[in-house]
């Protein structure tokens, strides 16, 4: 069964990055729309009409235009259409637009726009790609301004220091100054740098300076503006082409995307850096070569972004090529071995005495002078042979070396370069006696442990009595097992070193002879080492800014070269190596920033681990404080302060406390998360205290602290008081340290004065001017004192005048539980109805239903009662005094009824015309409500439900899917039942009212499906579906031989699994593919919002067949589109919509820890509500839920989630017995970090012997707490006879937040009525608390109306003078409404005009705009989005113009309006017959002896929607109230009684009893 919707809460503020992103997408739009005519003010309303929407996507997409597109739409039809050819015109550029549909933009989703606004500049500044955006431009921006290390796109660049080094970068010289930047004015660099950058860069402004300076700047504006800076041609994409072509010596590249996909740019530009690539083949392929170059790379410490493969598609964005060349461009210079620049080629095979012996030397173009390069040749006795070189001139130099041996034996050849060896020098070689029969192949290295193939080759195929031998350090030497090639003219073995010898050179003989002769070049030596043995010493972690040494020991490893490559975030970190011994080295380096650095030593060329060594790099200056524990304490209290560490690298953080006399103080150091952490400690002394907070064994900036303990006044105030005499507080101030006191009365609305007694006394003194209970509040240093805030009970003067006389107070009104089956109506209020017995005196009533069945309600929440739409409803009224009832309906107007007495009183007959919610109103004798009143009911309608995508027939075993719309059909619950609840099935939340029904038969037959709503069966319930047997496969061939014989259908592929559905970020979903034995292959492409989501497709076979596994792992939260494809065809059900989440980011508002206890425990109270806000902004696309328990009995806690907003919930947690209780809260099914939440349950202050008090209530009733009439008394009630002991305070403020006037009365125990006078029409806030809290729902908005319809009371003549005009103060439907008018101030001289818009479910907004020479002529536009009462309130320098407020209905059809035309009926009002005068609550009373006539439907006039009736027993006449039509304002009426009528003036607005004269 899935679960009912929450209540719908009100509107709140938006937060103020959604105001900055507003405002960068609409610059980006006009900046895209610059060549056309078109611009816009408002993005979520002038897109509406899809012509500017359309103008966008052809501007993005470089077309003139969008084909059919309608320049000037008619109606919403039209306007639907034009917003339809924008997206499909977008999609057919590979845009995924998901879950935003043409009526979201018509509608003016602003959430939606926005984010359809965001997939735009996704694609087309940046192009698609699969790796998220973000990571590439924060790719970039690191490799070409690595100083400034940015990690986001908002806080990073609030300074305008990013912005000044980027622009240098851009075009050096232009702000070359950024270092040295200040960072106090961050409005006045974000300033300076935005207009360089638009001036001399063309990088448009569409995120304001002020904007980009703030907190509150958003990623998506940051990355918006900042894309101007890296899209294709901007002025950093030409920047990267310049410093990438200086660097390459002898290519050149125009792009970053067609010139990259060969792998020549790439291994052209790591080899111009100093990288190394093994030589090539012409039968390399390219992604080959570029898995090679980008090896290379990677050995330089430069990472790749894409794989080789992805680099070489054409489909490769240029954002991605572009960051990774950037990061050859800042790399730390290098200074680079002669082996980068010469290579010798040097045949040492077969060389004799007295024979000519030539080498190559091979030098690449641009490198060292010809006069730098040195060779030399040396014999065995070190004597030099004689050599000479021969260069020529190519681009390339290649010169000839020559030389001719005269002695025999081990020769060398050393080549240097400026004095230095270059790689592979000297070469070793044998001259001996001339053979030509064997050579073989000299290893110059060799690897402990690593196979090393020793060969020897034979020119006439003659390896006959050929011998090897080795001879290790030791002198150990072995005979090697030579092996004979399959052609027999090569022999070869493989040799693995096992042995190093530490106190010889690691060098070993290899000998090679045949028949007892050594080959040519035999003996030689081979160098046998062993990375693994070198050692790091000194390793632990270094600070940011200081030089970092370690050492490196290689006695054990053998004789090479040690290199060490240093790199942190991807950037190589340039580094020194210091020769200190023979086998001793010393390695130095200066940190770039906190963190992991990692270092790569290799030795002999060789890695000496698989895993880079990892140095912590600490930087205490990026530790962060803050809390009140750093500023100020109170003696004996505990206060708190925070540290931040996250940023500052891995340490260990240490706090001392010392008080005034260097006292330790002791204190309490807890880690909350990820290095946040939280110090707690309590003061026994006052005086000053001193901080000091360490980090890594360092200070952290402005430590140590300095904090002023003080310890509080004592204060003496008077608890009572006498109206209009002074009260005076007495203050001490001896024993306490220096700081701030203030005093208020009454929120700061009675003046005090003070008075200096002493030096160290003080009193305050106030006037009471009212009676009731004044508050006040005593701070000292903003905290408040011991015992604050005080309430004093001001009465009025005793003056005796006899016996006092005792008025019995009128029993409680309560409402009887209801009998079996229980039904409690739900409150407005999130307070339960609590049922108490009644007294026979008393009036009570009974809501309960006939006729419908109230669904189940989850047993934690009190049950929202449902009414079906059109059928006829009742409610009992017990008791024998007055009741008004007032049913007000979804669009507040009030629903008709009729009554019928019962033995006990009267039941109460109603029906709903409309969807939606409806109150309830019971009002008693004095004017209060009764208790529970108003009363919630639910109005649906079941026949509205649709169910699709329903198959007639299914395959068993195989799981079946359908759908389940409720949108249209109110609020409610769905259940389904298979076969009466026989076969299980789960219902899936989609989205709001769309549900996802899956079910699996087990057995062949008919299914019978029961769809309800609300308990009710929906339209074509119960439903069927076949199954069969799973069909033979349709590869099988009919016989030839049966001519009955029907060749089967293919059978449906099945595809399940929860991976369709629902899956969470980062984390491996799947599903399964079922052909059923049909041939072919399956294909699947899952698209995320911003990302291609990587799939794997795993065949499994089983008895029952081949089936496919599909997993994936999303890499952001979002709903993705899944297509499942066979053969390449989408398969039915394609494409699927499973929502990613990410539960770990639904976190609790505030820090986590400021709700729990030191064990993690949450406090609750019993029968309290305790309140938690949780924020969903970055989850994804998901349902909260939270259920608890009770773990002593089981039984659940009350548990209700509310939407705040779009990002955020309330949860309202009421616990009904202390003990301990668990807390389970689910995202969309996964729990979220900390869940269970674990809870210890107080018992309430109202508990004793056992007994658990109701929830305490604060009940609030009345009309005055939502409207008002200007100069007339409003009421409302303050109830708080149910809740903990306390006192009620109420401030009504103006628009201009001027507090005005209120009165409050005592009626009863804790029970009070209160009253004020509003002195002009508007909007006013109404704050109510209970004992200084507010309570829910305040502050309340009142809207208060001038009741003279008159402008006599006019002050001014300018209002009068307005004229009003325009489709939009005329009715009509919503579907073709033009909501725009015009106000007309021609003749009204100076004034201010204001304009209102409230419409069926509050504000609308407008857009409003000055027109005509002189901009007297105000337009105005404002879009209905619902159906029914549209009130326009124009006013002018604070006064109503003539006509104001305007009243303009919208209708759903035609026929409505047109009879609303015609006769002035609007549909939704019940004629006059439907509910006869003549009925009543109560029996009919006598007028003057006898009854009232009953009024004929074409006599009477005809009754509006706002109607109530009120009832008086025992009176002379029946009163019907409601507001007349608005064609017989200010007519005279008269009352229709038998013995003649009776003469009353009914003006506007009044309530009688009226017919037409």
């Not at 794989?307 to 730390?332: K, W």
Request: aromatic content about 8%.
């Amino acid at each position: 069964m899935a679960e009912e919707e929450p209540l719908p809460s009100p509107p709140l503020l938006q937060d103020k990055w959604v105001t900055i992103q507003k405002n960068t997408f609409t610059n980006f739009v006009n900046q895209q729309l610059r060549e056309t005519e078109h611009q816009i003010e408002e993005l979520y309303t002038e897109l509406s009409d899809g012509v500017k929407l359309c103008a966008l996507v052809a501007a993005l997409q470089g077309k003139p235009g969008i084909r059919g597109m309608k320049p000037n739409p008619k109606n919403r039809h039209q306007m639907i259409e034009n917003v339809t050819l924008a997206l499909q015109a977008a999609k057919h550029d590979k845009l995924k637009i998901v879950n935003i549909g043409a009526e979201d933009i018509v509608n003016g989703n602003g959430k939606l726009i926005l984010g359809l606004i965001w997939s735009y500049i996704l694609r087309y500044q940046l192009g698609k790609t699969e790796i998220p955006p973000k990571q590439l431009m924060l790719a970039w921006i690191n490799a070409v301004i690595p100083e400034c290390n940015i990690t986001n796109f908002t806080t990073n660049w609030n300074n305008g220091r990013a912005l000044h080094a980027l622009i240098d970068y851009c075009e050096p010289g232009l702000s070359p100054n950024w270092r040295k930047m200040s960072t106090s004015d961050k409005q006045g660099n974000c300033e300076t740098a935005m207009r360089l950058a638009q001036e001399r860069l063309g990088v448009p402004i569409v995120v304001s300076p002020q904007h980009m300076a703030s907190s509150d700047l958003d990623q998506n504006s940051g990355m918006t503006y900042l894309s101007y800076f890296m899209k294709l041609n901007s002025c950093g994409y030409k920047a990267t082409l310049r410093d990438v072509n200086q660097l390459l010596p002898s290519s050149h590249v125009t792009n970053f995307t067609s010139d990259w996909r060969d792998g020549t740019a790439l291994t052209d530009l790591v080899q111009a850096v100093g990288g190394h690539i093994p030589n090539q083949s012409p039968s390399t392929g390219v992604i080959e070569s570029t898995q090679l170059a980008i090896q290379g790379a990677r050995d330089l410490g430069i990472e790749p972004i894409l794989s080789a493969e992805d680099m070489v598609q054409p489909q490769a964005g240029h954002l991605a090529v572009m960051a990774y060349a950037a990061r050859f461009i800042n790399r730390p210079a290098m200074k680079l071995s002669a082996a980068s620049y010469i290579e010798v080629l040097f045949n040492t095979v077969d060389i004799s005495p007295g024979s000519k012996t030539h080498y190559s030397l091979l030098m690449k173009q641009g490198n060292p002078r010809l006069h730098s390069i040195n060779v030399k040749v040396a014999d065995p006795n070190g004597n030099n042979v004689p050599t000479t070189v021969e260069w020529d001139d190519q681009p390339e130099a290649t010169g000839l070396g020559t030389f001719i041996p005269t002695v025999v034996g081990e020769h060398q050849l050393k080549v240097t370069c400026d004095g230095e060896m270059i790689r592979g020098s000297p070469i070793k070689f044998n001259v001996g006696r001339s053979k030509k029969a064997i050579s073989f192949v000299r290893r110059e290295q060799g690897i402990v442990g690593d196979n090393t193939k020793l060969e020897v080759l034979s020119e006439d195929g003659n390896v006959a009595d050929v011998h090897m031998t080795y001879t290790s350090p030791s002198g150990l030497s072995k005979e090697i097992a030579l092996s004979r090639s399959s052609s027999g003219r090569s022999l070869s073995h493989s040799f693995v070193p096992d042995v190093v010898d530490s106190s010889s050179s690691g060098e070993w003989k290899v000998s090679v002879l045949q028949n007892g002769e050594h080959a040519s070049g035999s003996p030689y030596t081979m160098n046998v080492i062993k990375p693994q043995a070198v050692k790091l010493c000194n390793l632990e972690g270094g600070l940011i800014g200081q030089p970092f040494s370690f050492t490196v020991d290689t006695s054990e490893a053998g004789k090479a070269e040690l290199q060490c490559l240093i790199t942190f975030s991807g950037q190589a970190v340039p580094s020194t190596i210091e020769r200190t011994g023979e086998d001793t080295y010393h390695v130095k380096f200066t940190p770039s920033g906190p963190g992991t650095h990692l270092i790569r030593p290799m030795y002999g060329g060789k890695d000496v681990r698989a895993e880079p060594y990892k140095v912590e790099i600490t930087d205490s200056n990026l530790v962060l404080t803050d809390g009140p524990g750093l500023k100020q304490a109170k003696i004996n209290e505990s206060t708190t302060f925070w540290v931040d560490a996250s940023q500052a690298g891995p340490g260990q953080l240490n706090v001392h406390i010392k008080d005034a006399g260097g006292v330790p103080v002791p204190s309490t150091l807890r880690e909350l998360q990820d290095k946040r952490f939280e110090v707690k400690y309590s003061p026994a002394v006052i005086g000053p205290h001193s901080i000091d907070v360490e980090f890594d064994g360092k200070r952290i900036k402005h430590s140590p602290f300095t904090v002023n303990v003080y310890k509080d006044p004592k204060a003496e105030v008077p608890r009572e008081g006498v109206v209009n005499q002074p009260l005076v507080i007495l203050l001490d101030t001896a024993n306490t340290e220096k700081g701030d006191l203030s005093i208020t009365i009454n929120e700061g609305r009675v003046p005090v004065t003070t008075k200096k007694l002493s030096k160290s006394s003080y009193s305050a003194e106030f006037i009471p001017s009212d009676l009731g209970q004044y508050k006040v509040e005593l701070e000292f240093n903003n905290s408040p004192i011991q015992g604050s805030p005080w309430y004093v009970n001001i009465t009025a003067p005793v003056v005796k005048t006899g016996p006092p006389v005792l008025t019995p107070t009128p029993p409680p009104v309560v409402v009887e539980p209801p009998t079996p089956p229980p039904v409690v109506v739900e409150a407005p209020l999130p307070l339960p109805v609590q049922p108490a017995p009644a007294p026979s005196t008393d009036i009570y009533a009974v809501v309960k239903p006939k006729s419908v069945r109230a669904s189940a309600a989850k047993p934690d929440a009190v049950p929202t009662q449902y009414a079906r739409v059109g059928e006829t409803r009742s409610f009992d009224i017990i008791g024998k005094e007055n009741v008004t009832v007032k049913i007000i309906d979804v669009f507040g107007s009030n629903v008709p009824f009729t009554s019928t007495p019962t033995p006990k009183g009267f039941a109460v007959n109603y029906k709903f015309k409309y969807i939606g919610d409806n109150w309830i109103h019971l009002i008693g004798e004095n004017g209060r409500p009764l208790k529970g009143s108003p009363f919630l009911v639910c109005a649906f309608d079941p026949g509205l439900v649709v169910v699709s995508d329903l198959q007639s027939h299914g395959v068993i075993n195989t799981p079946s899917h359908f759908k389940v719309n409720t949108l249209k059909a109110g609020r409610g619950e769905v259940t389904v039942l298979v076969d009466k609840g026989a076969t299980n099935c789960e219902v899936y939340s989609q989205s709001k009212g769309d549900y996802n029904v899956t079910y699996t038969s087990t057995s062949n037959g008919v299914r019978n499906i029961d769809v309800l709503f609300n308990n009710l069966p929906v339209p074509g319930s119960p439903f069927q579906t076949d199954f069969g047997s799973p069909p033979v496969p349709a590869t099988l061939q009919r016989p030839e031989t049966s001519a009955n014989y029907i060749t089967p259908a293919i059978s449906p592929i099945s595809v399940t699994g929860s991976g369709l559905h629902i899956a969470e970020e980062s984390k491996r979903a799947s599903f399964l593919i079922n052909p059923f034995g049909q041939a072919g292959q399956p294909s699947v492409r899952i698209e995320g919002p911003h990302s291609i989501a990587k799939t794997n497709i795993q065949p499994i076979d089983s008895a029952e067949g081949r089936r496919y596994e599909v997993t994936y792992v999303p890499v952001e939260t979002g709903i993705y589109n899944t297509y499942v494809m066979w053969n390449g065809r989408d398969i039915e059900g394609s494409p699927y919509h499973p929502r990613v989440v990410d539960s770990k980011m639904v976190k609790l508002d505030g820090d986590w820890y400021s709700h729990v206890d030191e064990e993690g425990i949450l406090s609750l109270q019993a029968s309290q509500n305790k309140r938690l806000l949780f924020d969903v902004s970055r989850a994804g696309p998901g349902e909260l839920k939270v259920t608890g328990r009770h773990l002593t009995s089981g039984s659940p806690l009350q548990c209700t989630v509310s939407e705040k907003d779009v990002y955020h919930y309330w949860v309202d947690i009421v616990a009904s017995e202390p003990g301990d209780a668990s807390i389970d809260v689910e995202w969309s099914g996964f729990p979220i970090p900390k869940s269970p939440i674990r809870a210890a349950v107080v018992a309430s202050a109202r508990a004793t012997n056992g007994y658990v008090a109701r929830p305490p209530q604060v009940v609030l009733s009345g009309f005055g707490l939502e409207s008002a009439v200007v100069n007339k008394v409003a009421e409302f009630y303050i109830d708080g006879s149910q809740a903990d002991k306390g006192s009620p305070g109420v401030i009504l403020t103006n628009s201009r937040l001027q507090n005005l006037q209120t009165n409050m009365v005592a009626v009863g125990e804790s029970e009070y009525r209160c009253s004020y006078t509003v002195p002009e029409s508007g909007i006013y806030m109404l704050h109510v608390s209970w004992s200084g809290n507010d309570l829910q729902g305040s502050p309340f908005s009142v809207t208060a109306l001038d009741g003279n319809s008159t402008v006599s009371s006019r002050t001014s003549d300018g209002p009068d003078k307005i004229t009003v005009r325009g489709d939009g103060v005329l009715p009509g439907i919503l579907a073709t409404y033009n909501g725009t008018f015009y106000v007309d101030t021609e003749d009204a001289g100076k004034g201010d005009c204001e304009v209102k818009v409230q419409g069926p479910k509050g504000d609308v907004q407008i857009v409003s705009s000055l027109q005509g020479d002189r901009k007297r002529l105000l337009q105005c536009q404002y879009n209905p989005t619902e159906i029914g009462l549209y009130v326009i309130r124009i006013r002018w320098s604070g006064q109503d113009v003539a006509g104001s407020p305007i009243r303009v209905h919208i209708f759903d059809t035609y026929e409505e309006l047109e009879r609303f035309n015609n006769t002035g009926e609007i549909s939704m009002y019940m004629p006059v017959e439907d509910a006869p005068f003549q009925s009543s609550i109560f029996p009919q009373p006598a007028v003057n002896g006898k009854k009232s006539k009953s009024v004929p439907h074409n006599r009477g006039v005809r009754m509006s929607a706002a109607m109530s009736r009120s009832y008086t027993a025992g009176a002379k006449a029946n009163q019907l109230s409601f507001t007349p039509h608005r064609g017989y304002d200010r007519k005279s009426y008269y009352i229709v009684k038998e013995n003649g009528p009776e003469f009353i003036s009914a003006p506007a607005q009044r309530s009688v009893f009226i017919a037409d004269k």
